[in-house]
């Protein structure tokens, strides 16, 4: 399976003064997901009303999938592995 991609943008910005940043990808001509998919990496403060060392930080992935049947898997079966795999990710980020 080919998972390659491009880099698309990063962001960064600052709202109600809480920083927010991430990310995002567009798949290759070969990626499994089909071309035209593409996946985000969001990242801000879990309780911003809280003081910075007790902020906390959350992640969110958004991704869309141009293929109907990825891996020869519906795409419902395809987006729970996926969730499972960032969710993964995700509690490695958080325990370093």
């Known amino acids: 399976m080919d998972f390659s991609c491009y880099f698309n943008y990063a962001y960064e910005e600052t709202y109600a003064g809480q920083r927010y940043f991430?990310?995002?990808?567009?798949?290759?001509?070969?990626?499994?997901d089909g071309v035209g998919s593409g996946i985000s990496f969001d990242f801000d403060a879990l309780y911003p009303d809280r003081p910075l060392s007790q902020r906390g930080a959350r992640l969110i992935v958004n991704g869309y999938v141009m293929n109907e049947t990825p891996g020869g898997l519906a795409q419902f079966i395809y987006a729970a592995a996926a969730r499972n795999t960032w969710s993964n990710f995700a509690d490695n980020l958080y325990r370093g």
Do not use: E, K, V
Request: glycine share 10%; net charge positive; aromatic share 18%.
């Open 22 to 32: 991430g990310y995002s990808f567009r798949a290759s001509n070969t990626h499994i």
